[in-house]
């Protein structure tokens, strides 16, 4: 009986992805904090151990011995599932990227370099990735603060914008490969050439849109926190608090991967087919840089206001990637 | 195959799992000390006054309107573009026709001004 080939191999491989993504987590927001703090000629976080190291895990032990508590106003129920949904969506989208070009066996059983290699992955992920959302709109309005509120209509206009461009520069990927499977996106680049060289709008418009979908800067606007104290999570503390740094981290790194995979080519690159684990390492090189550029953003561009969001998102954004899509459909019809 | 899709079964469990875990295990590691004023709705360190359950404006109600039929029709465009390559130039006419009525309800909103805020 193979059981194991069905269910230990899988149960081990999502365990390690969680576990690496939650360590990677911890030292994204040193890395973000050091990287900012340098391009405003700060030093950064240097106490704890060498080069402030350490910081990610004294920040960790102090958010899990703070008090739990609960407003005594907030809808409880729902006030619970937010930072739950933060945290387990953001990295179930993990399931469909692939990591090399083949994967290894253990005692004769095989390890796929992709843990579940379906064919509507492309669609799986632009599901689960937007599940994220939900949290932060919930967050707000079930903890009855009026910056929650604030914070969580923000949220919801900043939702109803970028979906649009981000499921349109999609389309235009699947149209270009024919196909919605990770692996198969990755082969048609193999054969051809990375997507951001066939398809620059759509890697730019996916970009932006995708700093949208993670609540990043400059479209933080539901956290804003120098007008809404912290917007949606004002009203959390402790690891509930945590947990949404935590989603959205995840997410900035899922974003990373999902660019990576889709317009960079995934683990390709330079004898990648013949060792796999220089894919791995080129894939994560490419996640990296993916996540500089979000950093590099933030520090330097100012957030922008939720009508303006809305304004470049529909009719900028928008008849872009609709454009690019028509463009795309006539180059490949003809 | 129904079985493909059983890693990501197990990888929801296994996220859940953890998420519950991360958020239950610290519970139990704090102190606990509650008091009236510690559970107050926060505002800033003012009284707060009344509830952030009333009725607000909505600005963006139209557009969020608007949103779900665009959405729903940039739905469609996914089995289409995984199909394209068969279909040819009969897909791109079927699909332009259905741009092109996509694009006059957008150039219609525009004009009427359903993007701007009230």
Redesign the interface.
């Not at chain 2, 590691?29 to 509650?34: L, Q, W």
């Given at each position: 009986m193979d059981w194991i080939q069905t269910l230990l191999i899988p149960i081990v491989y999502s365990t390690i992805l969680v576990v690496i993504l939650l360590t990677g987590f911890a030292y994204l927001s040193y890395v973000e904090r050091k990287l900012v703090a340098r391009f405003t000629m700060r030093f950064g976080p240097n106490r704890a151990g060498p080069f402030g190291l350490l910081q990610p895990l004294a920040d960790a032990l102090k958010m899990m011995f703070k008090e739990e508590l609960s407003p005594k106003n907030a809808d409880l129920p729902v006030y619970l599932l937010a930072p739950f949904l933060a945290i387990s969506t953001a990295v179930i989208g993990w399931a469909v990227f692939p990591f090399a070009s083949r994967g290894f066996s253990v005692l004769g059983y095989s390890v796929p370099p992709v843990l579940a290699d379906v064919n509507i992955g492309l669609l799986y992920v632009a599901a689960v990735t937007s599940i994220g959302s939900y949290a932060v709109v919930l967050a707000g309005w079930s903890s009855n603060n009026k910056y929650s509120l604030l914070g969580a209509l923000r949220a919801g206009a900043q939702m109803v914008s970028y979906e649009l461009p981000l499921g349109l520069t999609l389309v235009a990927v699947i149209l270009v490969v024919g196909s919605m499977n990770m692996t198969e996106i990755i082969q048609y680049q193999l054969d051809h050439t990375w997507l951001i060289v066939l398809q620059p709008f759509a890697a730019i418009i996916f970009f932006i849109a995708g700093l949208a979908e993670s609540n990043r800067s400059p479209f933080d606007l539901p956290e804003t926190e120098n007008e809404l104290v912290s917007g949606y999570i004002t009203e959390y503390g402790g690891i509930r608090f945590a947990a949404f740094f935590m989603g959205e981290y995840i997410h900035m790194i899922t974003f990373g991967a999902i660019i990576s995979i889709l317009f960079l080519g995934g683990w390709s690159g330079p004898g990648a087919d013949a060792v796999p684990f220089l894919g791995l390492v080129y894939f994560i090189l490419k996640i990296a840089l993916m996540i500089f550029m979000m950093i590099w953003v933030r520090a330097s561009v100012p957030r922008v206001r939720y009508d303006q969001l809305m304004r470049f998102c529909w009719k900028f954004l928008m008849p872009l990637a609709l454009l690019n899509l028509v463009v795309t459909a006539i180059v490949i019809a003809l | 195959m129904p079985?493909?899709?059983?890693?990501?079964l197990?990888?929801?469990v296994?996220?859940?799992l953890?998420?519950?875990v991360?958020?239950i295990?610290?519970?139990y590691?704090?102190?606990?000390?509650?008091s009236?004023s510690?559970?107050?709705?926060?505002?800033?360190g003012k009284l707060p006054f009344g509830?952030?359950?009333r009725q607000?404006p909505?600005?963006?109600y139209m557009?969020?309107m608007l949103?779900m039929m665009?959405?729903i029709e940039?739905?469609f465009?996914?089995p289409w573009?995984?199909?394209?390559?068969q279909l040819?130039?009969f897909?791109?006419i079927e699909?332009?026709v259905f741009?092109a009525i996509?694009?006059v309800g957008?150039v219609y909103i525009?004009k009427k001004g359903a993007?701007e805020?009230d």
């Open positions: - | 079985a493909d899709y059983l890693p990501i197990i990888m929801l296994v996220a859940a953890f998420a519950l991360a958020l295990v610290p519970y590691m704090g102190p606990r000390n509650p009236t510690k559970s107050d709705t926060y505002e800033s509830t952030a359950r607000v909505i600005h963006y557009v969020a949103f665009f959405d940039v739905i465009f996914y573009a995984v199909i394209f390559r040819k130039i897909g791109l699909m332009g741009v996509l694009l957008y525009w993007l805020w």
